[in-house]
C-alpha cells in the first residue's frame, strides 16, 4: 500500500500516553498527512496543559475514553505494565472495525496484558518501533525521529490482514522501514539489541558513582566518549525502562547469563596477559560495529554524528 497514492491512512488516529513516542507520532504524522485528526490524552494534567500549549494532537481530551471514541487506531504509548488497565478502561467505547496498535519494548506481556480485553470487531497489531532518545515528555518528541529506523509489527493470530497492512502504511508514512516479527523472537532480538546495553549502562554509570575514589567532579569533568555514551543511554526514562525488565525477564536474564559468561573470558585473559584474544574478540565485535553503520542505522562521524547542542 503505497500512503502517496492512498493520502490518508486513516479517519482519526488516538494517541494514548503523549511522551517521545507519541509526540513524534503526531509529527510525522502531520508531516505526511496520514490521518484527517490526532487525538491524544495523558493521565497528567500537567502534561496534557503542555501539549495543548505546544499544539502537540489536534485535540487534547481528559480522558482515555474521549479520545479512543470514533477512532479508527488507537495507539498505545504508556509503559508496558500500564497497557493492560488502559485497554480495559477503553474497551467498551472502541469503534467496530477499529485498530488497536502499541509501541511497547516487550511484546509477549502487551499481547497478554491487552488480548483479553479487545472487543469482538476490532483488530489488534502490536508493533514496536525501534527509535528513540534519552530525552521524554511531550516537548522531546520530532517528526524525523522514525526517518530509516525500523518499526516491527507483531500481529497476534487471526490478525486481519487489511489492518496489518494499513498500519504498515502507516509507519512506512512516518519514515520507517518496516518488518513482521514473532512476538517471542521479537522480546529475544530485543533482549539482546536493547534491553541488556540499556541494563549494562544503568550498571555502569551505577558503577562510577559508587567508586568514591573518583570523586563526581572527575567522573562529569573527564567523562570520555565511552561513559559519555553509557551516561546518555542511562538517562533514560526510569519508570519505562522498570517496566521493560520485569516484563521481558526471562529473554534479558537469558542474555545476562551469556554477558556474564564473555565478561569473565575477558576477565581470565586480561589476568592472564592473553593479548591474542582480546585482539580477536575487538576485532570481532568492531566489525559489528562497522555493519551497524553499513546498514544506515548510525553514522561513523566523529561523536556519532549527534553534535552537541548549543
Not at 168 to 187: F, I, T
Amino acid at each position: 500500500m503505497n500512503t502517496q497514492d492512498t493520502g490518508q491512512v486513516y479517519g482519526r488516529v488516538a494517541l494514548i500516553g503523549l511522551g517521545l513516542i507519541a509526540s513524534s507520532m503526531f509529527w510525522a504524522i502531520k508531516r505526511a498527512g496520514l490521518a484527517g485528526e490526532v487525538t491524544g490524552y495523558a493521565r497528567s494534567a500537567e502534561t496534557r496543559e503542555t501539549a495543548r500549549r505546544i499544539g502537540l494532537c489536534d485535540r487534547i481530551c481528559d480522558s482515555a475514553r474521549a479520545a479512543v471514541q470514533d477512532a479508527d487506531l488507537v495507539v498505545l504509548c504508556v509503559p508496558v505494565g500500564a497497557m493492560g488497565p488502559v485497554m480495559e478502561d477503553i474497551a467498551p467505547v472502541l469503534k467496530p472495525g477499529a485498530t488497536v496498535s502499541d509501541v511497547g519494548s516487550v511484546k509477549r506481556h502487551v499481547i497478554e496484558a491487552v488480548q483479553p480485553h479487545i472487543p469482538e470487531g476490532v483488530h489488534f497489531v502490536p508493533a514496536h518501533p525501534l527509535a528513540g532518545t534519552e530525552h521524554s515528555g511531550p516537548e522531546s518528541g520530532f517528526a524525523e525521529l522514525f526517518d530509516n529506523r525500523w518499526s516491527l509489527l507483531v500481529p497476534v493470530e487471526g490478525t486481519n490482514p487489511e489492518a496489518t497492512a494499513r498500519l504498515r502504511a502507516l509507519w512506512e508514512g512516518m519514515g520507517a522501514n518496516v518488518d513482521e516479527m514473532d512476538a517471542d523472537h521479537h522480546d529475544l532480538v530485543l533482549a539482546v539489541t536493547s534491553h541488556t546495553p540499556h541494563l549494562i549502562a544503568y550498571t555502569m554509570v551505577g558503577v562510577a558513582d559508587d567508586l568514591r575514589r573518583v570523586t563526581d567532579s572527575e567522573v562529569i569533568k573527564y567523562s570520555a566518549a565511552g561513559f559519555r555514551d553509557f551516561t546518555r543511554i542511562a538517562a533514560s526514562d526510569p519508570t519505562m525502562w522498570r517496566d521493560v525488565f520485569l516484563t521481558n525477564k526471562d529473554a534479558t536474564l537469558e542474555i545476562l547469563g551469556r554477558f556474564t559468561e564473555e565478561l569473565f573470558a575477558l576477565q581470565r585473559a586480561i589476568r592472564t596477559g592473553d593479548g591474542e584474544h582480546l585482539h580477536d574478540y575487538f576485532t570481532r565485535t568492531r566489525a559489528i560495529r562497522r555493519g551497524i553503520i553499513e546498514a544506515g542505522q548510525d553514522t561513523d562521524a566523529p561523536d556519532f554524528g549527534r553534535g552537541q547542542k548549543k
